[in-house]
């Protein structure tokens, strides 16, 4: 059953402390995204990687950090730089990214919260 | 300037009604445009893709003007599980793969 899956589902964060995001894909897709969503508002990007042991900074990537050491893995970090990470975050994966193949299929997302 | 542009609604209509939604997107190089669904709380999921010549998905019909830069979905004979929000999304930009996502338009079908 091919897919994207997210742990955990619900996290919470103290404040300092650096917590790890899981992404994993086995749907072969290169490409590999990392969004966040607040209330009302649309997805940003934060880091995308279109291949192993690449990768670059979105939108909005301060705070975060990635790494890209497997095809099929693509873990966020939010680190406590980051000051306001309460959000929905959403991985998502494509083909090799160009035209036709920009589709991006999403995992079922982490709900991160400050305590 | 928003890479794409939506009205948020929301939109309230009753089963059976046809309803349409426009999005305009900024950058006139951008070479595929989508269409996803999100409820509440779940994550985007693909409802169709958007091609020049407009193509038709059952009750949805997507359509692409590039001279004005906008795109449109159309619902007809709504049903209570359209209810969702439908984000618009394009290409664009000098990067290949990176999608820009409109905030999306609210709908809730009533019966």
């Known amino acids: 059953d091919g897919g994207i899956t997210q742990s955990p589902k619900y996290l919470f964060r103290k404040e300092g402390q650096n917590v790890t995001l899981s992404c994993e894909q086995n749907?072969?897709?290169?490409?590999m995204y990392w969004y966040r969503q607040d209330p009302g508002q649309g997805l940003r990007l934060i880091y995308y990687?279109?291949?192993?042991?690449?990768?670059q900074k979105g939108d909005i990537a301060e705070g975060y950090s990635v790494s890209r050491e497997k095809k099929e893995s693509f873990p966020l970090t939010v680190t406590s730089a980051q000051k306001n990470p309460t959000a929905f975050y959403l991985c998502?994966?494509?083909?090799?990214?160009?035209?036709?193949?920009?589709?991006?299929?999403f995992g079922p997302g982490t709900r991160l919260l400050v305590l | 300037r928003k890479e794409v542009e939506q009205d948020p609604g929301p939109f309230n209509v009753p089963e059976g009604a046809t309803v349409a939604f426009n999005c305009t997107y900024s950058?006139?190089?951008?070479?595929?445009f989508f269409w996803y669904r999100q409820d509440c709380r779940k994550e985007p999921k693909l409802l169709m893709s958007?091609?020049?010549s407009g193509n038709e998905d059952g009750r949805f019909t997507a359509q692409l003007n590039r001279a004005s830069q906008y795109i449109s979905l159309l619902i007809r004979d709504s049903k209570l599980s359209d209810s969702a929000t439908y984000l618009c999304?394009?290409?664009?930009?000098?990067?290949?793969?990176?999608?820009?996502f409109g905030r999306g338009t609210q709908l809730t079908v009533w019966p």
């Open positions: 998502a994966s494509s083909e090799l990214a160009g035209r036709g193949r920009e589709t991006q299929y």
């Open positions: 749907l072969n897709h290169d490409a």
């Open positions: 990687s279109q291949i192993v042991n690449d990768f």
């Open positions: 950058n006139s190089a951008s070479q595929s």
């Open positions: 958007v091609y020049s």
């Open positions: 999304v394009v290409t664009g930009g000098s990067t290949l793969g990176r999608l820009y």
